[in-house]
């Protein structure tokens, strides 16, 4: 694992107050911990990002995917499902996934284990999974409602979309979407959500509370994910067989354009910068992040990082980012300002999901 080294103070010419200054420093790098959801053995990682290595591994449950922080800080949600790994699909000439009618690349409901379908609830301070929700069938991804007290939920293997109570545990609103739903996201303002649908490419804005379908678009390619300005005017939305980011006006719930991302690219993730600079793009099996002009979707940078990308996260002050890396079962360390990869993690097996949480919480 590749570290960053920092400077000894062995020489007494390095006065105390120039010391505190510079471990003080390095204290307050430490405010937050990466989470890491591992697919296939069925846990979670726990890294502590200055030291630049695992601390704790926490087991949840069947093939965690989709995972992020509550509000609280205090937990962590991890969708896990009893639906088995398929392999991935065979590939034509320009890098698009040969599918079979009537079926997808990513599951196969053979020998599936419905008990094992929800979300794990892990307790950060104790490091301890607490206990599984019922959200529906083959959860994948979901997010969090401003307050809270919601959770969107895609259910993949059903084509619907869930809104869970989470004081209760019930799913209040069950609305159908189209194949293969992905991709949850809640819009800055908290008044609706997008689910992006892998099979044909449809996009569904849904109201947060009354679970409303306001609109639907689409962008076609097998979108896995979508991001969102943090005034909430554009989003942005990878076609992963593509190879292409589409740009949304997030008002209108339209297409505002499509941008082709490098050649063997296969986008899964976005994430758009804390300023809403500039976007990141995980490309998967090109084992690369990709960076983009958020205003013009210009590429403007390509960061090599392990082996097929999924999953990233971008720290709160916008200097690192973190990939989880599924293939290569790590975590890269992206330091932003050089847009240089400068560490990996060892993680589980088969990293898929990463969200940061706060320290000390």
């Known amino acids: 694992m ?17 010391l505190s200054l510079v471990m003080g420093s390095l204290l ?13 053995s069925g846990d979670v990682t726990l890294i502590d990002p200055t030291e630049q290595k695992a601390i704790a591994t926490i087991p949840v449950g069947k093939r965690p995917r989709g995972i992020r922080v509550h509000p609280d800080g205090k937990t962590v949600y991890v969708a896990v499902s009893g639906t088995p790994i398929a392999a991935p699909p065979q590939l034509d000439a320009n890098g698009n996934p040969i599918l079979k009618k009537g079926a997808d690349d990513d599951d196969d409901d053979k020998g599936a ?36 007290t919601k959770l969107f939920v895609s259910n993949e293997d059903i084509a619907a979309a869930s809104i869970v109570d ?11 979407v189209h194949r293969e739903p992905e991709g949850v996201t809640t819009s800055p303002d908290g008044k609706f959500f ?25 962008v076609g390619g097998r979108p896995r994910s979508a991001d969102f300005l943090p005034d909430g005017s554009r989003a942005f939305i990878p076609s992963e ?21 490098p050649k063997g690219s296969r986008p899964m993730c976005v994430k758009v910068a804390p300023d809403g600079k500039k976007v990141y ?3 998967g099996r090109s084992g690369t992040v990709l960076v983009l002009n958020a205003i013009t979707g210009d590429v403007l940078n390509t960061i090599k990082v392990g082996a097929r990308p999924w999953g990233i996260a971008i720290s709160p002050d916008g200097k690192f980012l973190y990939s989880a890396n599924g293939t290569s079962d790590d975590v890269s360390i992206v330091d932003l300002t050089t847009e240089k990869e400068v ?10 999901g990463v969200t940061l949480v706060p320290s000390g919480r």
């Open 241 to 261: 067989s593509a190879g292409q980011l589409h740009i949304i006006d997030a008002v209108k719930h339209e297409k505002l354009k499509t941008v082709a991302l």
């Open 281 to 283: 793009v995980s490309t």
């Open 28 to 40: 307050k790098a430490a405010t937050y911990q990466v989470l890491v959801s591992n697919e296939k």
């Open 113 to 148: 284990d419905k008990a094992a379908d929800g979300i794990a609830v892990v307790d950060l301070s104790q490091k301890k999974f607490l206990r599984k929700l019922n959200v529906g069938s083959d959860p994948e991804q979901f997010a969090f409602s401003s307050d809270g």
């Open 166 to 176: 989470l004081a209760t545990g019930k799913v209040e609103h069950l609305i159908k």
């Open 194 to 218: 997008y689910v992006t649908c892998e099979s044909d490419g449809e996009i569904f804005a849904i109201d947060s509370k009354s679970g409303t379908v306001l609109a639907h678009f689409n």
């Open 2 to 18: 590749k570290s960053i080294h920092f400077p000894r103070f062995t020489s007494p010419k390095v006065s105390s107050f120039a």
């Open 343 to 352: 560490a990996k993690v060892k993680a589980g097996e088969r990293p898929w």
